[in-house]
Nanobody, 125 residues
Framework: QLQLVESGGGLVQPGGSLKLSCVASGPSFDRHIMAWFRQVPGQEREFVAATYGDGPSTYYSESVKGRFTIYRDNIKNTAYLQMNRLSTDDTGRYYC??????????????????WGRGTQVIVSL
């Protein structure tokens, strides 16, 4: 089992950047797909990005592609989400999630058994 703790959220102006971190504790971090989701109150949780254990294999939602970068440090058991050119539409609570490796990425939250408590991102003037 993995336990996940996110950090790095905050208030940022449109056009700005933030870097989120997700520290995992538990076995075989490098054998888990790590993902980020986000949620706005009253809406369903939305997939943002995911990465395989090897790092270079990544997948992004269309809404963040080209602006966000997901990466990981398997020595530090940490996954990151670098967010650039933020807009007000990026406001939400960001969650780190994990699942054991499978042959393809999945974007459904039900496929991820491990979750952090989230970190709040507010993009506003």
């Amino acid at each position: 089992q993995l336990q996940l703790v996110e950090s790095g959220g905050g208030l940022v102006q449109p056009g700005g950047s933030l870097k989120l971190s997700c520290v995992a504790s538990g076995p075989s971090f490098d054998r888990h797909i790590m993902a980020w989701f986000r949620q706005v109150p009253g809406q369903e949780r939305e997939f943002v990005a995911a990465t395989y254990g090897d790092g270079p294999s990544t997948y992004y939602s269309e809404s963040v592609k080209g602006r966000f970068t997901i990466y990981r440090d398997n020595i530090k058991n940490t996954a990151y989400l670098q967010m650039n050119r933020l807009s007000t539409d990026d406001t939400g609570r960001y969650y780190c999630a994990a699942q054991s490796h499978r042959p393809f990425f999945t974007t459904a939250e039900v496929d991820y058994p491990y979750w952090g408590r989230g970190t709040q991102v507010i993009v506003s003037l």
